[in-house]
């Protein structure tokens, strides 16, 4: 995750971070500041002095307002990116670098609410509309607006208590090991099982190319608050 995607999750959770000249400032909620927020925030210290120290100096000499650049060209991609997909290329790696999650929800669900949420989501992070290609032989990255994350739905709540937990592990693992298509993506997907009135399970999987734990995490993080503001 980029520091400035880091701080848009830390301003996510009313965590303010400054610089008092050159001093680093960092003011949060009372019970915001967990022991893991301190640590990440501590190991990515001075990589966050550096972003605030540049969004500083661009502010002092801005005299226009910033136009958003355009998403229609070809991209460099990371050097992880690039290897899995010369891997995908040249044996297929199935669903090895999937990155699967299981989430429960409880009481009355918003569908509309929930893929609303899921979509916001994928339009403010660029990295979740990658796709991937080989231009002139060379690994390139692309980023597509309007992408839309695929939402389907099951119904299990007909069945039997122990058959309807029979499916839904196959079900999971059947969305975990499901291949994506690296050059026209999306590489996210989602499917929401539905096991009874006020009981659901959205089971989301993305590709290792656009999401890693941590990156899944700060996902799940803004798609409760979304879907909670919602």
Request: net charge neutral; proline share 3%; charged share 25%.
């Amino acid at each position: 995750m980029t520091a400035a995607a880091f701080l848009s999750y830390l301003q996510s959770l009313d965590v303010r971070l400054s610089l008092d000249g050159e001093r680093f400032v960092c003011n949060a909620p009372k019970g915001v500041l967990t022991q893991e927020l301190r640590e990440q925030i501590t190991q990515r210290k001075l990589e966050l002095i550096d972003w605030l120290r540049s969004m500083r100096d661009d502010a002092i000499g801005m005299s226009a307002p910033i136009s958003r650049l355009p998403r229609t060209g070809l991209y460099v991609p990371s050097f992880s990116q690039e290897r899995m997909w010369f891997l995908e290329q040249m044996e297929g790696t199935g669903g090895v670098y999937n990155v699967p999650v299981a989430v429960r929800l409880d009481g009355a669900l918003r569908d509309d609410v929930l893929m609303n949420s899921l979509n916001a989501i994928v339009a403010r992070h660029e990295t979740l509309r990658m796709t991937f290609s080989s231009v002139s032989g060379r690994t390139c990255a692309r980023i597509t607006d309007g992408v839309r994350v695929p939402l389907l739905r099951t119904d299990l709540s007909g069945m039997a208590s122990a058959e309807r937990a029979k499916e839904l592990e196959r079900l999971c693992r059947e969305e975990a090991s499901a291949t994506f298509d690296l050059s026209s993506g999306p590489l996210i997907r989602g499917k929401l099982v539905r096991l009874a009135e006020r009981e659901h399970v959205l089971l989301l999987t993305l590709h290792h190319t656009v999401s890693d734990g941590w990156s899944l995490g700060v996902l799940l993080k803004e798609l409760a608050a979304l879907y909670e503001a919602g």
